[in-house]
C-alpha cells in the first residue's frame, strides 16, 4: 500500500485502510458492518432505527463475523437545547440505553452521528473505547473537541442523510484548521478520488455512507440501491419532510408534495410520527424495506452521480484503494 494511504486513522482504530464505513439507520447492520471490517475498513453500526435488543443482537452478530474492530453509531439526541458546558447533556432514555448497550458489549468505537457525545467520552475511555463525533460546522467541531473526543468527521452539505449547510470543500480544511483532534472527511466522498482529495485537505481518512447503500450487503431493497447506481448530481434534495431536520434524500412524489408545504413540518422528532401517518407507514421502511422508493426516505448523497454499480463492500474498498493509489503514483511522478 503506498505509505501515505496508511494514516493515522489506521493506527487509532486499528484498521488496515483509512476508510470508515458511515454508521446508517435501517441501512448498516450486521452483514455490511462486518463485510467492511474484514475489507480492512471499519465498519459502523446504525443504531437509530433498532430496539435495544435489535443493536445487542446486531453487535453479537458483527461479532461472529468478524474479529476485526467495528463501530455503534447513536443519535445523541438530548431532552432540551445543546448545553453551554461540553460536559453536561442529558441524554434520552432510549440513547442512554443504546449506550449502555455499546459499553456493555465492549465495542471498540462508539460514533455520534448527532449532538455532542462530550459526557460520556471519559467512561467509554476508561473501557478503551474510542469516541468519534460527525459535525457539520466550525462550531459544532470546536464543541466536541473539547469535550474530548478522539476523531472529528466533518460531513459536508453534499451528504446523505441529516446533513449541514457547509459544502465538504470548505468544511473539511475548515475544520482541519480550528481542532487539534484528527479530522474525517465525509459527504460526496465514493471514490479514490474523493479519499486522496480528503488527505490533501488535511484529513486522515473517509466517512462514507451513499457508496455503501449502493453494496451486496447493505440491508435496503434492490429498488432503492438501483435507483443511487440510476441517477445523477442533482436528484437528490435536502428536505425536511421525513424527520424535521434537513436530510439529504433522492427526490421523489413525498419530498415533492411538501416543498410547497414547508410551514406544516413539525420539528424532530414529531415529523417523523406525523409523516408516518401520511403515508400510512414508517417512511424509512417504505423504501429500504419494501422498496417503494417513489413514496419514501431513501437518504443518499450528491456522490449517487459517482456510483455506477451495486457491488460488493470489499470490491469498493478495493476499488478507493486501488484508485487512490494511482492518483498518488500519477502525482509524485509529475
Ligand atoms: C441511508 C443513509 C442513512 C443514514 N443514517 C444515518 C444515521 O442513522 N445516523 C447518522 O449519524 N448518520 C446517518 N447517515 C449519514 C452518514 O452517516 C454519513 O455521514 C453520510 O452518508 C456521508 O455522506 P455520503 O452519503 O456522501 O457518503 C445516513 C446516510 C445515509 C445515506
Redesign the pocket.
Known amino acids: 500500500m503506498h505509505p501515505v494511504l496508511k494514516t493515522q486513522l489506521c493506527e487509532l482504530l486499528g484498521i488496515e485502510k483509512p476508510i470508515l464505513q458511515?454508521?446508517?439507520?435501517?441501512?448498516a447492520r450486521a452483514d455490511l458492518v462486518a463485510a467492511a471490517s474484514n475489507a480492512g475498513a471499519l465498519g459502523v453500526i446504525?443504531a437509530?432505527?433498532l430496539t435495544l435488543d435489535q443493536l445487542r443482537e446486531e453487535i453479537r452478530k458483527v461479532k461472529d463475523m468478524t474479529d476485526k474492530p467495528f463501530g455503534v453509531?447513536i443519535?445523541f439526541a438530548t431532552y432540551g437545547k445543546p448545553s453551554s458546558d461540553p460536559r453536561i447533556e442529558e441524554f434520552t432514555d432510549d440513547v442512554r440505553e443504546q449506550i449502555d448497550s455499546v459499553f456493555k458489549e465492549r465495542v471498540p468505537v462508539l460514533?455520534s452521528?448527532?449532538g455532542n457525545p462530550a459526557p460520556v467520552v471519559p467512561q467509554a475511555h476508561e473501557l478503551g473505547i474510542k469516541v468519534i463525533a460527525?459535525v457539520g460546522n466550525t462550531k459544532n467541531a470546536k464543541r466536541v473537541a473539547a469535550g474530548g473526543v478522539d476523531i472529528v468527521?466533518a460531513?459536508g452539505y453534499?451528504?446523505?442523510?441529516?446533513?449541514g449547510r457547509v459544502g465538504t470543500f470548505t468544511l473539511v480544511p475548515a475544520v482541519c484548521d480550528v481542532i487539534n483532534q484528527p479530522v474525517v472527511a465525509?459527504?460526496?466522498?465514493?471514490d479514490g478520488r474523493g479519499l486522496v482529495a480528503a488527505l490533501a485537505f488535511g484529513a486522515i481518512g473517509v466517512?462514507?455512507?451513499?457508496?455503501f447503500?449502493a453494496s451486496k450487503e447493505a440491508f435496503a431493497h434492490m429498488n432503492y440501491k438501483n435507483k443511487i447506481v440510476e441517477i445523477d448530481d442533482e436528484a437528490t434534495v435536502r428536505s425536511r419532510c421525513f424527520t424535521g431536520k434537513p436530510c439529504r434524500v433522492i427526490k421523489n412524489a413525498t419530498t415533492a408534495a411538501w416543498e410547497s408545504r414547508e410551514a406544516e413540518i413539525e420539528p424532530f422528532p414529531l415529523q417523523l410520527m406525523k409523516i408516518s401517518e401520511e403515508l400510512g407507514d414508517n417512511a424509512f421502511e417504505l423504501a429500504r424495506l419494501h422498496g417503494k422508493i417513489d413514496l419514501g426516505s431513501c437518504?443518499?448523497?450528491?456522490?449517487s452521480a459517482l456510483i455506477h454499480d451495486v457491488k460488493s463492500v470489499a470490491d469498493i474498498v478495493d476499488d478507493i484503494m486501488n484508485e487512490a493509489e494511482e492518483i498518488l503514483r500519477k502525482l509524485s511522478v509529475a
Not at 22 to 27: D, I, L, Q
Not at 299 to 303: D, F, L, V
Open positions: 458511515a454508521g446508517m439507520g435501517f441501512v446504525g437509530a432505527s453509531d443519535l460514533a452521528g448527532l460527525v468527521v460531513q453534499d451528504g446523505g442523510g441529516h446533513t465525509a459527504g460526496g466522498i465514493a466517512w462514507i455512507g451513499t457508496r447503500v437518504a443518499a448523497g450528491q456522490s
